[in-house]
Each structure stands twice: as structure tokens, then as C-alpha cells.
């Protein structure tokens, strides 16, 4: 059987993806049930036993290291819940939270005893990559929250407690680090950029290399996400490539011999690993690449298939929850497709002739973008339409823009060397920059995966072209016809969805223990009221915003007698035009903020929202009302909904929900004009 080690590691791969699923118990049956299926099929499938073997033993074997992961090391961390802690050990990353306070992840032991990470926030300012670290505190476990998802972010980093009250911190310098004196490089790197190209070409030079994006606007970060080559800023296979490139041409001119090489190449990719942070793309790629050079070491031909399989098991043996690492998905992901499928595809393409080369690369970008579109979807907010076009006309800019950062970076960051590249490169990165913008002002260039249904229509198309490849797997031109019916059904589905939601209003509560706030919206146009006025969930309804394809927000309504800064919090963090901006209490604010007394109504896109006394509202849509109010004593009318944010309460149907909840609660109230209202609570 060829390509084992790929069969074992995908299948391992499936196993921990269906496991990350479950809990303990649950998966205990998962296992002995995948045992006892598998040992049946066995025994009656004579033909195909071995390839029984290497597919269920491993899923097996992931469903059981979950099963012990969980129970012997996250349930013995997370056990300290909401418990007083000492904790003693190093620094391992430091962010700048504000000008006195600083965000900090530490490895260490807790008690004396357990081992783990932890968040810590702490106004200790003078302190230094893996020095170490003594503090008391209570830590609490990380969980999701409406405002942001914090479990689903750290947990696959292997992150599950953070700590808000750290005290009696010591910190102590150590004497040498060379991990310390590679991130330090890396800060005085990303510096020197800046220093030299100020503003948005530097941000994204820095961002590159460095992996570190606090430079960059978010305006600026979402253009290129929608362009489609937002991948550039994921440190992984690219950056390395350009590195070991440079590298090889100065180790050829040096004439040095394969087993030295071999290891000054190893040391480049380690030091590269630990400067970029250690993310699991970068590690990927770092294992693959060492295969590749061994490969030629030892004079065998490297498989991608069977190495990426060797990848899956190698980076989630010691933390099963990495499977649902965004960043790891993507990785093995985008390396599958343009490793695996692509040269697949091209071969069976069989191109001669003129521009060979071109056509080429435009298969393979093509193919990577079918490939990882279906993932796309489930993972980001908004998806490109356009990331083969784009990556073929800016992504070989970038990388010369990289290949000319990392030239900087091997000679020191050298001012004499570092001044023409770099602004070579920035002039570079404009173009860049000028020509996302311009992509996206192309109708439909990238979609929203809000939709209810759309999730839906792709698994059904995936389903369908998998099917179609398995059964025509010696001829891919025989599977292109239901490939393509099944991406028809994707847009037909959706667009018919669509198209049937137009007369919808829909209404989005977000609530949690110091605020309260809603989002209407009716086609790509928004309303926002933020009952509290504190701005706390600007952030959150940005997330909403892309994922509901909203591109505007006509009114912005502020429970604040100086909504100033609440103004300026929304402006910066949501990233579509707020046309209008009203303060719906007495008080003093900037002009372009309106004030709104009592009884005023505002007409938008067939829905009225009028202010009431007292901070209160009352949306109508059709013969469907939903009031706004403080309290159950000061609501003034008899409506199919009511949100009584001071009370903390949504009523509807004769149902009375409580608002609230520690983690904060979202819920979507969709109005029809003459027909009915539907509420459901949002995970």
C-alpha cells in the first residue's frame, strides 16, 4: 500500500477533529464503538483489510489521546477554577495592552505542581522576554463571551486560564537567553522598518516578517483579507522558502558539503521558528522543509502527501485540542491543496505549448482557492471571490518586498543596506495597497458567510465533489461537470436565500453585565443602539457586521450625554460608513453628533425606530413592534417584544429570558413586514 504514513495521519487528523466534538464519556463510546466497528469490518472485508487497519487504528488512537489529554491534564488545569494560586516561571510573550498595563503569557507551574500556560494582566512594566516570573492571584478559566470568543482563541493554543488580579509579582532577570536575544532581534527588526517606511508600507513589511500586525490599520487588514492575500501575513511556508533560498545560494557559493549544509540549514529554520513566535504553520512548514533537505540528504524522493501526514502527527501528539487552531487548519489546509491537488490537476491538465509556466501557477492558484474556499467559509467572517487573481498579480510583489526585508535581516538591519531596500520594497507594497483597494470595489468581489443557509449548500457541494473525484479518480476531467453542478448549487442556494430574506428585519441583541446594544438590519443597511452608551460592544458588532454583509450603517444611536468618545470607539472599530450619529440624552457633543429628543422617528429601508423617554426606543416593522426599555415600569406599549436592559430581561410569546448571564448573551429577533417574529439565542 503506497503512501501510508499520509493514510495515518489524515486519518488521525479526522479522528481528533471528531473528538474535539465531545466530551470525556462521549467519546469513550466513540472509541469502543469505532473499535468494535472496525474489528467486524475486518473479518468480513477480506480485500481491504490493511487499509482498515491503517485508517481506524489511528482515528482510534486520536479518539483515546483526547479522551487522556482531557481528562489528566485540561480537566487537572481547569480544576483550579476561580482558586487563589502561586505560580513560578518564565515569560514567554509580552503585549502592550495600554501605556500601564501589559498582557503576559507565562509557563510555569502552579503550586508547585502543574504544569501549564496562563494569561496574566498586570501593571508591572519592566520586564523581559523569558525572565522569570513569581505572583499570587485568582485565575479563572477562559471562556467564550459575547463580546469575544476567548476559549475558542487560546484553548487550541493550549492557554486555559487566565488571571486579572495578579500580586507580589518578582520578576528576575536571567543572564542569557537565546530565545530572549532572537525575539529581541525580531523587536529591533520590526522597529527599524518602521522607523524607515512610517505608515502602512512599513506596517506591512513588519507584519511579513515579523509576524506582528499591531502596526496595521484595520481598515487596511480587512481590504487585503477581502482581496484574498491575507494569507501573506500567516509566517509559514512562503517566509521560509525565501530563507533557506537566500541561505542555499550563499552555502552553494561557499561550496560547503551536504551534511553541513544540511545542519547551517536546520539552525536558520529553528532560529526562523522561535522569531516568528513558534505558530504551528510555521513549525509545519519548518518539519516539511527538513524532510525535503533529509530527502536529498540521504537521496530519496520526498512525498508532500506522506510528509504532511508525518505533520499531522508530529504536531498534535502532545496537544490533541490543536485541531481547532485556526491557523494550524488553514496551514495543513493550503499545503494539502497546493501540494497535493494542485500538481494532481496539472498533470491531468497536461499543458504544452506557449506560457506553460503561466498556465500552471494560474491552475494551481485556481485550485488552491476551490480547495480552500469550503474552509474559508467556515472559519472567516467574509470570503474572497477574487484570491486567484489577486494572489497572481500581487503576491510575487510581496514576496520580493519579503525576499528584500529578509536581506535586511541577514545583514543586521545595516542602514546603508536597509534604507534602498526597504523603500524599494514600500514602493512595492503601495502598489500593492492601491491595487486591493481597487479589487475591492468590484461588485460581489468577496461574500459574507452569514447566511443562515449557506454553511448548508457547501457541505452538500463538498459531499457531492468528493463523491465525484472517488469515482472518477483516474480522470479528473470525468468529475469536472459535477464539481462544477456542485458550486452552482452554492450560489443558486444562497442566492435564492437571499432573495427570499429580503422582506426580513432582523434584530441583533447583544447583552451582557455592563451592556446592552442592537443591531438592525434589513438587506446591507444597519441601525445600531447602544442602550448603555459605553461603547463596549463596538468590537463585537463589527464580527456581525462582515459576517451579515452590511455596508453601511445609516444611524448610530447613543444612550450618553458625552458620546464623544462612544462615537469615536464605533468609527474605529467598524469598518463600513456611519452615516449619522445621534445622542439620545441631554449633554454636551461634537457637531457632527445629533441630538434626538423625545417622540423623533427615524424611516429606514421600511422600518421605523422612534426614541421614547427615559433611553427607550420602538422599533416597528409592519404590524411587528419591539420596545426598548429600562424596566417593566417604564415601558410604555403593548409590543410583540420588549428589552428591558435595566432588568435584564427579553420577553416574547409569554416567554421571559434572563440577560444575565456571566459569558453575556446574544440573541437574532427576525420580523417579518405582515407575518410573524422569530427569536433564537446565538451561540
Known amino acids: 500500500m ?181 525575539m529581541h532581534y525580531r523587536d529591533y527588526l520590526f522597529s527599524k522598518i518602521n522607523s524607515i517606511l512610517p505608515g502602512e508600507e512599513g506596517a506591512f513589511i513588519g507584519a511579513m516578517l515579523c509576524g506582528d500586525k499591531s502596526e496595521m490599520s484595520q481598515s487596511i487588514k480587512l481590504s487585503l483579507y477581502r482581496t484574498g492575500i491575507g494569507h501573506i501575513f500567516a509566517v509559514s511556508g512562503t517566509h521560509l522558502v525565501i530563507i533557506t533560498a537566500i541561505i542555499l545560494f550563499l552555502l552553494n557559493a561557499l561550496k560547503l558539503g551536504g551534511k553541513i549544509r544540511f545542519i547551517i540549514l536546520e539552525a536558520f529554520i529553528a532560529i526562523f521558528i522561535v522569531f516568528s513566535g513558534a505558530s504551528s504553520s510555521v513549525i509545519r512548514a519548518g518539519i516539511m522543509l527538513t524532510v525535503v533537505f533529509a530527502s536529498d540528504l540521504f537521496r530519496r524522493k520526498p512525498d508532500t502527501f506522506n510528509t504532511l501526514g508525518l505533520c499531522a502527527v508530529l504536531l498534535t501528539a502532545l496537544d490533541p485540542y490543536l485541531i481547532r487552531n485556526l491557523s494550524f487548519v488553514l496551514s495543513m489546509s493550503g499545503a494539502f491543496s497546493i501540494g497535493v491537488v494542485a500538481p494532481f490537476v496539472i498533470r491531468e491538465c497536461n499543458f504544452k505549448g506557449r506560457f506553460k509556466s503561466l498556465k500552471k501557477n494560474a491552475v494551481s492558484l485556481l485550485t488552491l482557492s476551490i480547495c480552500m474556499l469550503p474552509i474559508s467559509i467556515f472559519c472567516f467572517n467574509e470570503v474572497s471571490l477574487i484570491s486567484p487573481i489577486a494572489n497572481m498579480l500581487l503576491i510575487p510583489i510581496c514576496s520580493i518586498a519579503l ?64 463523491a465525484a473525484l472517488f469515482r472518477y479518480r483516474k480522470s479528473v476531467k470525468n468529475a469536472f461537470l459535477p464539481v462544477i453542478m456542485s458550486i452552482v448549487l452554492v450560489v443558486v442556494g444562497t442566492t435564492a436565500s437571499i432573495v427570499i430574506d429580503r422582506d426580513t428585519l432582523h434584530l441583533l441583541l447583544l447583552s451582557d453585565k455592563v451592556s446592552n446594544a442592537l443591531l438592525l438590519y434589513k438587506g446591507n443597511q444597519a441601525v445600531i443602539i447602544d442602550l448603555y452608551g459605553k461603547g463596549n460592544m463596538s468590537g463585537a458588532f463589527e464580527n456581525y457586521i462582515e459576517q451579515y454583509g452590511i455596508r453601511s450603517v445609516e444611524a448610530l444611536f447613543i444612550n450618553n450625554k458625552n458620546a464623544n468618545n462612544v462615537n469615536s470607539n464605533y468609527k474605529e472599530a467598524i469598518f463600513v460608513d456611519i452615516k449619522n450619529s445621534y445622542r439620545a440624552s441631554e449633554g454636551l457633543s461634537d457637531d457632527d453628533i445629533t441630538f434626538v429628543s423625545e417622540n423623533t422617528e427615524l424611516d429606514t429601508n421600511g422600518y421605523k425606530v422612534r426614541v421614547l423617554k427615559d433611553g427607550g426606543y420602538l422599533i416597528s416593522y409592519g404590524e411587528i413592534t419591539v420596545e426598548c426599555s429600562k424596566s417593566i415600569e417604564s415601558s410604555l406599549f403593548d409590543t410583540n417584544v420588549k428589552i428591558l436592559y435595566d432588568d435584564k430581561r427579553l420577553l416574547y410569546e409569554n416567554t421571559d429570558v434572563s440577560l444575565s448571564s456571566d459569558k453575556g448573551d446574544a440573541f437574532k429577533i427576525a420580523l417579518k413586514k405582515n407575518s410573524n417574529f422569530t427569536v433564537r439565542r446565538l451561540e
Open 2 to 182: 503506497k503512501r501510508k504514513m499520509a493514510w495515518i495521519g489524515f486519518s488521525y487528523l479526522f479522528g481528533l477533529f471528531l473528538a474535539s466534538f465531545f466530551n470525556v464519556r462521549q467519546n469513550i463510546i466513540i472509541a469502543v464503538s469505532i473499535f468494535l466497528i472496525a474489528a467486524l469490518l475486518v473479518l468480513a472485508v477480506k480485500n481491504a483489510r490493511e487499509l482498515l487497519f491503517i485508517v481506524s487504528v489511528p482515528v482510534l488512537i486520536a479518539v483515546c489521546s483526547n479522551v487522556t489529554y482531557t481528562e489528566f491534564f485540561y480537566n487537572k488545569i481547569v480544576s483550579y477554577n476561580d482558586k487563589s494560586i502561586s505560580f513560578a516561571g518564565r515569560i514567554k510573550d509580552i503585549s502592550e495592552q495600554d501605556s500601564d498595563k501589559v498582557l503576559l503569557t507565562v509557563k510555569g507551574k502552579i503550586n508547585e505542581k502543574t504544569n501549564t500556560e496562563l494569561v496574566v494582566y498586570t501593571d508591572m512594566t519592566d520586564m523581559d522576554y523569558y525572565d522569570t516570573i513569581e505572583f499570587t492571584g485568582t485565575v479563572k478559566k477562559i471562556e467564550n463571551s459575547v463580546s469575544f470568543s476567548s476559549e475558542d482563541y487560546y484553548k487550541p493554543k493550549g492557554i486555559y486560564l487566565n488571571c486579572f488580579d495578579a500580586k507580589n509579582v518578582k520578576v528576575t532577570g536571567n543572564s542569557f537567553s537565546i530565545r530572549r536575544y532572537i
Open 403 to 466: 525576499a528584500l526585508a529578509v536581506v535586511v535581516a541577514f545583514f543586521g538591519g545595516l542602514s546603508f543596506i536597509a534604507n534602498p531596500l526597504l523603500i524599494v520594497a514600500g514602493l512595492g507594497i503601495k502598489l500593492v495597497l492601491y491595487v486591493a483597494s481597487l479589487l475591492n470595489k468590484i461588485p460581489f468581489s468577496y461574500v459574507s458567510t452569514g447566511n443562515l443557509y449557506l454553511k448548508g449548500f457547501v457541505i452538500a457541494a463538498v459531499i457531492i465533489s468528493a
